[in-house]
């Protein structure tokens, strides 16, 4: 445990002096996924023995965090800094490089560390892995999995589009949930505590899924793209329509929004 805190707080450190460098604290954004690759392989080498479910979780995180990391990576290519850490730096003032690396990157290593639990207490444990549980994590991690891949990649072709341009996504998995980008990501981390739990962690190690579901739910996900979305024409009656976060058949239309 002490390794790991240790790894994490000095990549994030890395981070923070990048983005200082960079006057563009967006770069812990880009390093969030690439984080948990390095944690969960720091992991499997550092704390033997190496077993085939260590390896297939370690795997299904790097797929997933290094998708991760060049989706954000390519979406925030070119752009100026994110408006949320913008205006952090502008109230922060003079303070703002300090405050940055304590409210910013440690406080992501923090989030980073309760959420790769599984990851880091996966060690030499004798316990029996139960087949049940591994198949039931194995298809929890990848239906959320599916979810964050679809459903950026439908939003991304319908902005790719001129036709849709001011237009709300609100076909494909977004029919049936407003975020299944971020029902996807908290869905998947549920999948890979199931698979930790089949080999023996402990069951307190479910403060990661839920940690990363409440982080999206209420912090930094939902409630963020929410508010950047609730004056868009239309958004109101979408949002009547549909289900916020977990995947429900979407409400019949208001009647005086019927043709």
Do not use: C
């Not at 200082?20 to 967006?26: E, H, K, L, Q």
């Not at 992991?43 to 299904?60: E, F, G, H, N, S």
């Not at 029996?128 to 964050?148: D, K, R």
């Amino acid at each position: 445990m002490v390794s790991a805190a240790i790894l994490i707080i000095g990549y994030f450190t890395v981070l923070f002096l990048l983005g200082t460098a960079r006057r563009n604290n967006g770069v812990v954004d880009i390093g969030w996924g690439f984080g948990f690759v390095l944690v969960s392989w720091a992991m499997l080498w550092l704390r033997p023995p190496i077993t085939p479910l260590r390896i297939l979780m370690t795997a299904l995180v790097t797929v997933w965090g290094l998708r991760l990391f060049v989706h954000i990576l390519r979406r925030n290519h070119g752009k100026p800094e994110d408006f949320r850490y913008a205006n952090f730096r502008k109230s922060w003032g003079r303070y703002a490089v300090p405050r940055a690396f304590v409210q910013i990157y440690l406080l992501q290593a923090l989030l980073l560390t309760l959420i790769a639990l599984p990851m880091i207490l996966a060690d030499a444990r004798t316990a029996q892995v139960q087949p049940a549980l591994l198949l039931a994590g194995l298809l929890v991690f990848l239906t959320g999995f599916s979810f964050e891949v679809i459903g950026d990649a439908q939003l991304a072709a319908f902005l790719r589009d001129p036709a849709h341009r001011g237009r709300l996504m609100t076909v494909g998995l977004w029919r049936y949930t407003r975020h299944p980008n971020y029902f996807g990501e908290a869905t998947l981390w549920w999948g890979i505590f199931l698979l930790a739990l089949s080999g023996g962690v402990p069951a307190w190690a479910v403060i990661s899924p839920i940690t990363i579901t409440l982080l999206l739910l209420f912090v930094s996900g939902v409630p963020m793209l929410e508010k950047s979305m609730k004056d868009r024409p239309g958004y109101a009656e979408y949002a009547r329509q549909t289900s916020i976060f977990i995947p429900w058949f979407p409400k019949k239309p208001h009647p005086d929004k019927e043709a």
